[in-house]
């Protein structure tokens, strides 16, 4: 039997996670007051409760147009009194309302812990002065024996091609999150599975903002820039150098700039979501080729943001163990667990999937 609930039953599942944008929004109010900041949408192109709603529209659109043309195929009909009969087939048995539910919570929980983690996040410098990276240079330096770890990367890789590869790498991550999103919200059934790993990513945010708070750096490009000197210009290039005018905008008129700062180096939360993403992928039993691909996009991840200066191997170190403990701590609060082992815990699918494009289309498929 499907498992069926409303708004509230579908918030259940992803209680941390409200909890945590909860907290992050009491903890941006408190500091906005104390210190006299603006709050502010933090995406400057397209807002982002306009940008996110629309990535996971085209994500739904995806699981279903596919899969109403499959079966128009399969029935040799394209008449438009067809497919709208197709159409309301695939939806009623893919997008019930409880899924319906299920993606609205999370999308809502996941989107109150990114914005307000991303003015937190710019309301650091106010909020402690000091920043850290002379101390973390220095526990580099102790880690590879009296040498820089991105020297040492620049000697091993050399600074031409592997720039613009690494850059390409630290590019592609900022596309990769919104997709493991839909992904989580719209493509799997499992819905436990989805709960844990959105879940994981709020506690990221959460944990991440309050290492900035409390241990404010800039990050090796900014703080030792005559080291990344040799490396060409790269689309990396240009996003450094924008972020560090709108750091210097927002701290001489936080107001007047109608910006965020975005500058922030320890934890790695670029290293500590792709570790949620891996171990998630790991404890919830993705094919082989999905926990392969995103290990090495881990490796290249750790890779490019020490080679380009964007974090001390300090930063990666503490990457790694937050990523862990978000999805430790995830898997406890949404139920997937074995006592104090986290595990997925395959109760039934929101709705019963449809076969997979390509397969019969003789009956409905079954749930899993």
């Known amino acids: 039997m499907n498992t069926r609930y409303g708004f509230l039953g579908a918030a259940r599942l992803f209680g941390l996670a409200w909890v945590c944008g909860l907290v992050m929004a009491g903890l941006m109010v408190a500091i906005a007051i104390l210190e006299d900041l603006p709050i502010r949408d933090p995406d400057d192109v397209m807002p982002g409760y306009v940008q996110f709603p629309l990535i996971v529209l085209a994500a739904i659109a995806l699981d279903i147009l596919p899969r109403v043309a499959h079966r128009a195929r399969l029935r040799a009909t394209w008449r438009p009194s067809s497919l709208r009969g197709l159409l309301r087939e695939v939806v009623g048995e893919r997008w019930p309302a409880s899924h319906w539910w299920f993606a609205l919570n999370g999308l809502l929980a996941w989107y109150l812990c990114y914005a ?3 003015n937190v996040k710019s309301m650091a410098p106010f909020v402690n ?7 973390l240079a220095e526990i580099d330096r102790f880690l590879f024996a009296g040498h820089d770890p991105a020297a040492v990367l620049h000697a091993w890789f050399g600074t031409g091609l592997a ?5 390409f790498v630290y590019v592609a991550w900022i596309a990769l999150v919104p997709v493991s999103i839909a992904i989580a919200l719209v493509w799997t059934r499992h819905t436990s599975a989805g709960a844990w790993f959105v ?3 709020a506690v990221d945010w959460v944990l991440g903002a309050l290492l900035y708070l409390l241990v404010p750096t800039v990050g090796p490009i900014y703080s030792d820039a005559a080291m990344f000197e040799e490396l060409p210009r790269t689309y990396v290039t240009t996003l450094q ?3 560090w005018q709108d750091r210097v905008a927002v701290l001489a008129d936080p107001r007047g700039a109608d910006t965020l ?8 939360l670029h290293v500590g979501i792709m570790v949620t993403i891996c171990l998630v ?6 094919p082989r080729w999905v926990q392969a691909s995103a290990w090495a996009f881990l490796a290249l991840t750790v890779l490019s943001t020490v080679y380009l200066g ?30 104090w082992r986290v595990r997925l815990v395959r109760s039934e699918p929101a709705a019963a999937p449809l076969d997979p494009v390509g397969a019969s289309d003789a009956r409905p498929a079954v749930p899993e």
């Open 310 to 339: 964007w974090h001390f191997a300090a930063d990666v170190v503490g990457g790694v163990a937050l990523g862990a403990f978000a999805v430790w701590l995830a898997g406890i609060a949404t139920g997937n667990r074995e006592g």
């Open 199 to 201: 879940t994981a990513l």
């Open 241 to 243: 150098e924008g972020m």
């Open 281 to 286: 992928v790991r404890l919830v039993g993705l």
């Open 163 to 167: 720039a613009h590869l690494l850059s």
């Open 116 to 118: 307000t983690f991303r």
């Open 129 to 135: 002065g000091r920043e850290w990276d002379s101390t």
């Open 261 to 268: 700062q975005t500058i922030a180096a320890f934890a790695s």
